[in-house]
Every structure is written in structure tokens, then in C-alpha cells.
């Protein structure tokens, strides 16, 4: 999956990864959706992060000019070596 989403309108939302701190077993993506976007198409977007990327509505924001920052959760999979190498 790339960096960016893109829709069918041609619209492109960018997702910012926010700094976990070291010992989270949290990742966090805040997206900002444009507000050309409509309802619709962003819940479609958000179902497919949620089934393809394992991400989980955290919160959603919508501003006054229609714009919406939404974050996004999921649990990190933190794996440490056991071998000696």
C-alpha cells in the first residue's frame, strides 16, 4: 500500500504517521480528508484501512469548514529475536 489514498474523484488524502513512543504497542495514522470529500466516500475509504490495514477508529474531528482530521489505531506487533544472533 502506498502513502497516499487515492478515490475515484482524484482526490488524494494523506496519512500522517504520528512518533510512537518506544515501548508503545500502539501505531497511530491521522488522516486529513479535504472537504470535496463527501460522507460517503470517506466511510468507504476508513472500512477499507479498517479491513485491509487492521486500523481502528479512534476519533474523528470534523472542522468548520467541512474538512476532517480522523486518527486511526492498531495494535503493534512487536516481535524480539530469541536466537543469539
Given at each position: 500500500?502506498?502513502?497516499?489514498?487515492r478515490?475515484?474523484?482524484?482526490?488524494?488524502?494523506?496519512?500522517?504517521m504520528?512518533?510512537?513512543?518506544?515501548?508503545?504497542?500502539?501505531?497511530?495514522?491521522?488522516?486529513?480528508?479535504?472537504?470535496?470529500?463527501?460522507?460517503?466516500?470517506?466511510?468507504?475509504?476508513?472500512?477499507?484501512?479498517?479491513?485491509?490495514?487492521?486500523?481502528?477508529?479512534?476519533?474523528?474531528?470534523?472542522?468548520?469548514?467541512?474538512?476532517?482530521?480522523?486518527?486511526?489505531?492498531?495494535?503493534?506487533?512487536?516481535?524480539?529475536?530469541?536466537?543469539?544472533?
Amino acid at each position: 500500500m502506498t502513502d497516499s489514498v487515492r478515490i475515484a474523484a482524484g482526490h488524494v488524502i494523506n496519512p500522517r504517521m504520528e512518533r510512537a513512543e518506544a515501548r508503545s504497542h500502539t501505531q497511530w495514522r491521522v488522516v486529513d480528508v479535504p472537504r470535496s470529500i463527501t460522507r460517503a466516500e470517506t466511510t468507504q475509504i476508513l472500512a477499507e484501512q479498517a479491513e485491509y490495514g487492521r486500523w481502528e477508529l479512534a476519533r474523528s474531528l470534523v472542522y468548520v469548514g467541512g474538512a476532517r482530521r480522523v486518527w486511526l489505531r492498531r495494535r503493534a506487533m512487536r516481535v524480539e529475536r530469541t536466537d543469539a544472533a
